[in-house]
């Protein structure tokens, strides 16, 4: 099996706040379909990335996220799958529930758990 990021971009999910319920109900749903099927590994939202903190290599920590960074994850899911076609497929109607596209990455080895 191999894990793959499903991920969208901070500011991606543009819809009106009261579609907000329906929104999280559909992504509730798949994320409970995809755990059904026992390929969950992980999900979460992540914070404001004004609210990030850079650690350089030399360990000088900055407030603010990296300047040079243009795009930032706004959420992800993690799934544990044989093929690449049914990350593609998740990250589908995740896309579908989420109402924005989603990025696929393949883990270049398998995390410990």
């Given at each position: 099996m191999t894990q793959y990021l499903i991920s969208f971009?901070?500011?991606?999910?543009?819809f009106p706040d009261e579609d907000l319920p329906d929104v999280a109900?559909?992504?509730h749903a798949v994320v409970q379909e995809i755990k059904d099927a026992g390929q969950f590994v992980f999900a979460g939202g992540?914070?404001?990335?004004?609210k990030a903190t850079v650690v350089a290599t030399n360990g000088v920590v900055s407030e603010g996220p990296n300047p040079a960074t243009k795009d930032f994850i706004?959420?992800?899911t993690v799934v544990d799958v044989a093929t690449r076609a049914e990350a593609?497929?998740?990250?589908?109607k995740i896309?579908?529930?989420c109402r924005c596209a989603?990025?696929?990455?393949?883990?270049?080895?398998?995390?410990?758990?």
């Open positions: 971009n901070d500011g991606d999910m543009t109900r559909a992504a992540l914070g404001d990335p004004g706004g959420g992800f593609l497929q998740w990250a589908a896309a579908v529930a989603q990025e696929i990455r393949e883990f270049l080895s398998k995390p410990a758990r």
